[in-house]
């Protein structure tokens, strides 16, 4: 057992990791989370060359900038902090080191999915709070927001995610980050790119299977048979997003660990 997991060998191979993650990654981790000081200097400085007086950036602009950074440090995370693994030198270096590869991949999937959005995200909402604490012309801070609050708007309230919808971010986050590390692990040159390719040429066959799928419902007939179970809708959606989420996290997670198993050089 000691050759496949030991607890000691694992937490000096952790800590190796966190400082690669620094290294490679730390810099990245913390201009992202700084967005909202860069956003609200940015729109504050400009607006004042316009002769308007200092503005701040509103919540609805606010919410829809932080979804740029999200996005790009989920989708650059793992060609950053792991792509040197396809490479014939780093790669051989990694392999020698005096960890199992289970316990390089636990640490992998730590970092992925635990310390880097987690970091990511608590200098993110850190900074936006202090904004709006220091300038209350921005509004409600993005950690205060309730995600329920504006799906029941939407859908007349009968539809509640757990932790005030939150974990819905984490989730997205966590399902970007192992496609995209996945990617590459696989791919020597354009890893982002390529596996962006291979998922819109995914998307494609799921949409033709989904239409050939629902070609021959009657979907009025279907809405009518669920008006009176409403009460089953919170749960069925949040079944599905979790189905979802373990088809496409749990699917690049399991072929990330078969990749790092048979990686040679």
């Not at 608590?122 to 936006?128: E, S, V």
């Not at 050939?212 to 419902?217: D, E, F, R």
């Not at 699917?251 to 040679?264: D, M, P, V």
Request: hydrophobic share 55%.
């Amino acid at each position: 057992m000691d050759n496949v997991f030991n607890i000691n060998r694992f937490g000096k191979y952790f800590l190796y990791d966190l400082r690669n993650l620094w290294n490679r990654f730390g810099l990245s981790i913390i201009i992202m989370g700084l967005v909202p000081l860069i956003l609200y200097l940015t729109v504050g400085i400009f607006s004042s060359l316009a002769m308007q007086g200092w503005v701040a950036p509103e919540l609805p602009a606010r919410i829809g900038i932080f979804w740029i950074p999200f996005v790009a440090i989920c989708l650059i995370f793992g060609a950053k902090t792991y792509g040197f693994l396809t490479k014939r030198s780093a790669g051989s270096q990694w392999l020698l080191l005096p960890a199992s590869r289970l316990e390089k991949f636990v640490s992998m999937l730590l970092i992925s999915f635990v310390v880097m959005p987690f970091a990511f995200l608590g200098i993110y909402m850190l900074t936006d709070w202090l904004i709006c604490l220091a300038d209350p012309n921005c509004g409600q801070a993005l950690i205060t927001l309730n995600i329920n609050q504006f799906i029941a708007n939407e859908a007349d309230g009968f539809v509640y995610f757990p932790a005030n919808g939150l974990w819905l971010i984490w989730a997205a986050a966590v399902q970007m980050i192992s496609v995209f590390l996945l990617g590459a692990l696989c791919f020597r040159k354009g890893k982002v790119g390529k596996t962006i390719l291979v998922l819109l040429i995914f998307g494609t066959v799921l949409s033709w299977v989904g239409i050939a799928g629902i070609s021959g419902m009657d979907v009025e007939q279907i809405v009518e048979q669920n008006n009176g179970h409403l009460e089953d809708l919170e749960f069925r959606v949040n079944l599905c997003m979790w189905i979802a989420f373990a088809i496409y996290a749990g699917g690049s997670t399991l072929a990330s660990w078969f990749r790092i198993k048979t990686l040679k050089h």
